[in-house]
């Protein structure tokens, strides 16, 4: 099993539409969780951080956090072509008592106009 | 305001061949990383130093050296490269070690014939 798990795509919705994008995790230990935006040939850039079990909104993105089930997800609001790119899911895990940060291998999204 | 500057952008070597990529931050950052990004596998960690005068190996260290100068500066250093090392590398700094979002450079697009 893979610590970050990601489904790579790609996703594709209509413009205006909600973009739900999930990612699970192995560490039960692991307390901070992040997501980036990478668009093509470009380098990762950071969207949101959670740390708190629940819900965490910031503009168009809400970031969702259930430690239980092990998994994180990011939904985006009302779509638009430009947030067409790869999603990375980030984690830090606790493993090993080594602190290190690990990424999914990333969902395409396509956001159609 | 550069934030994390990495040399050079693009870079071909042969086999065998060794090369130094540079890696600045203008942050007043503690913690740097090195990471590898391959089709289909995400980022992987290579090396990482939590505080000047400290390095550690991260996921896949094999065939790779790092230097951390100064607190400013963080080195990866291929001491003879293999074509397993195609692939783009970006340099990342944060504030601290843990808990913290990273701040990426632009890359380096290296291939090894």
């Not at chain 1, 959670?50 to 009302?78: C, H, M, P, W």
């Not at chain 2, 190996?57 to 090392?85: D, I, T």
């Amino acid at each position: 099993q893979k610590e970050v798990e990601q489904n790579s795509g790609p996703l594709s919705v209509p413009e205006g539409a909600i973009a739900s994008l999930n990612c699970t995790y192995s560490d039960r230990g692991s307390q901070s969780f992040f997501w980036y935006r990478q668009y093509s040939g470009k380098s990762p850039e950071l969207i949101m951080f959670i740390y708190s079990n629940g819900d965490k909104e910031d503009g168009r993105f809400t970031a969702q956090l259930n430690k239980a089930s092990q998994y994180v997800s990011l939904l985006i609001r009302d779509s638009q072509p430009s947030d067409s790119a790869t999603y990375l899911c980030a984690v830090n895990l606790l493993a090993l008592r080594i602190n290190k940060l690990v990424f999914g291998a990333g969902t395409i999204l396509r956001v159609k106009s | 305001n550069a934030g994390v500057t990495q040399t050079p952008k693009f870079q071909v070597l042969k086999t065998g061949q060794s090369m130094t990529l540079q890696c600045a931050q203008d942050m007043n950052h503690n913690s740097m990383y090195w990471y590898r990004q391959d089709p289909g596998m995400g980022l992987r960690l290579i090396y990482y130093s939590a505080s000047e005068g400290t390095t550690d190996k991260g996921e896949v260290p094999n065939g790779y050296n790092v230097s951390r100068l100064n607190k400013r500066e963080f080195s990866l250093r291929l001491e003879s490269a293999a074509p397993s090392q195609t692939s783009v590398y970006f340099c990342a700094s944060t504030d601290r070690i843990y808990n913290s979002p990273l701040h990426f450079g632009n890359g380096t697009r290296l291939t090894v014939t």
